[in-house]
Structure formats: structure tokens, C-alpha cells
T-cell receptor, first 109, second 112 residues
Framework: DAKTTQPNSMESNEEEPVHLPCNHS???????IHWYRQLPSQGPEYVIH???SNVNNRMASLAIAEDRKSSTLILHRATLRDAAVYYC??????????FGKGTTLSVSS | ETGVTQSPTHLIKTRGQQVTLRCSSQSGHNTVSWYQQALGQGPQFIFQYYREEENGRGNFPPRFSGLQFPNYSSELNVNALELDDSALYLC???????????FGSGTRLTVV
């Protein structure tokens, strides 16, 4: 199984960009990297996923290192609603998502 | 899209009892996964069903079992409840893993 390492917590101010790092040095060549987030008292929510190249959607951007051993989720302008636990998950050949402990992001006004 | 609906939202059971949790998948989704989330922890994978067949299981004992029905709704059954089974149980559905999972809001189970 691909192991991930994320910081336990990060802090940001509103309107500032946030870069959430993830190391996944044992990822295999075909594993996609998924990011989910979980707001308080809710189920996890899909954020973004990618394989090799950088990806953008309306929520965030995903920057994947050339060697694929790490990735960074980028929130371009943090809002209070972005305060959540963020999970980085290699999908292990298309099987079920295996969550780690994630990074708790705090956003201050 | 109707999203994923779980019922009940909260439940209290006594140790040794059995419980059934229910999940209605998002329309068009044929894969459902169940997760257990203890307080302060990330969700732990229990098992996954694809077109009514179990196709993956995490490190949970056999007293955790499930079903997926032809309409792709699903049940999680837990027998012989233990105090440590107290947790938030999450259901997630997908048409294909790499298109993303949609999660329900969960069922909060308390075993006393």
C-alpha cells in the first residue's frame, strides 16, 4: 500500500493562498492521487485528483512533482469555509480509497 | 443528482445487539463503500461492493457484513456490538473510483 505523509495541521489567513503538501514516495506508476476534505460534522467531499500533470478545477489546483513522490493541493484564496481536514489519497490501482489522518487546516479572518 | 442518503442519522444500541445501517447511492452509481470513523480519526475502510458483489474489504471482523441491492442501495450490518463500534459510519458511492466518490453525512452509532 502506498503510504502518505501530511502535516498534522496548518494555519492560514482568509484571502491568502494555501499550499497543502503530501508525500507519497511509495506510490506506483498507475495510482492516481486524490484529495478529499472533510468539514466538521460532514462526510468527506471530493476536491481534485490527478495522475502526472497539474490539474485545476473550480475548488483547487493540484501540483504533482515530476517524480510523483509528492504533491501539493493549492487553495488560491482561502475562505473560512475551507477550514477542514484535508486528505491526500493514492488510489492503489483503482481500489477503494484508504484514508490517513490528513491535515487539519485552520483559517482565520 | 440526489446525492448519498444515509439512515438513520443517529442510533443508540446496547452492547451485544445487532444493527443495520442503510445507504441510498447517488443516481447512476454502481459502487458503494462503507467506512467507520472514530472521533478524531480518518475514515477506516470496511468494505466495498460493485454490482452487488463484495470486491474489497478492510481489516474488520466478519461480524461486519453488507449487502448491495439491484438498485445499488446498500446495507451495513454489525452483529454482537461492542463499545468500540461507537463511531460515525459513512457510505460513499461512485460510478468509477477515479471519477470521485460522493459521501453521505453518515450515521452516528453509539453503543452503550
Amino acid at each position: 500500500d502506498a503510504k502518505t505523509t501530511q502535516p498534522n495541521s496548518m494555519e492560514s489567513n482568509e484571502e491568502e493562498p494555501v499550499h497543502l503538501p503530501c508525500n507519497h514516495s511509495t506510490i506506483s506508476g498507475t495510482d492516481y492521487i486524490h484529495w478529499y476534505r472533510q468539514l466538521p460534522s460532514q462526510g468527506p467531499e471530493y476536491v481534485i485528483h490527478g495522475l502526472t500533470s497539474n490539474v485545476n478545477n473550480r475548488m483547487a489546483s493540484l501540483a504533482i512533482a515530476e517524480d510523483r513522490k509528492s504533491s501539493t493541493l493549492i487553495l488560491h484564496r482561502a475562505t473560512l469555509r475551507d477550514a477542514a481536514v484535508y486528505y491526500c489519497i493514492p488510489d492503489q490501482a483503482g481500489t477503494a480509497l484508504i484514508f490517513g489522518k490528513g491535515t487539519t487546516l485552520s483559517v482565520s479572518s | 443528482e440526489t446525492g448519498v442518503t444515509q439512515s438513520p442519522t443517529h442510533l443508540i444500541k446496547t452492547r451485544g445487539q445487532q444493527v443495520t445501517l442503510r445507504c441510498s447511492s447517488q443516481s447512476g452509481h454502481n459502487t458503494v463503500s462503507w467506512y467507520q470513523q472514530a472521533l478524531g480519526q480518518g475514515p477506516q475502510f470496511i468494505f466495498q461492493y460493485y454490482r452487488e458483489e463484495e470486491n474489497g474489504r478492510g481489516n474488520f471482523p466478519p461480524r461486519f457484513s453488507g449487502l448491495q441491492f439491484p438498485n445499488y442501495s446498500s446495507e451495513l450490518n454489525v452483529n454482537a456490538l461492542e463499545l468500540d463500534d461507537s463511531a460515525l459510519y459513512l457510505c460513499a458511492s461512485s460510478s468509477y473510483l477515479r471519477y470521485g466518490y460522493t459521501f453521505g453525512s453518515g450515521t452516528r452509532l453509539t453503543v452503550v
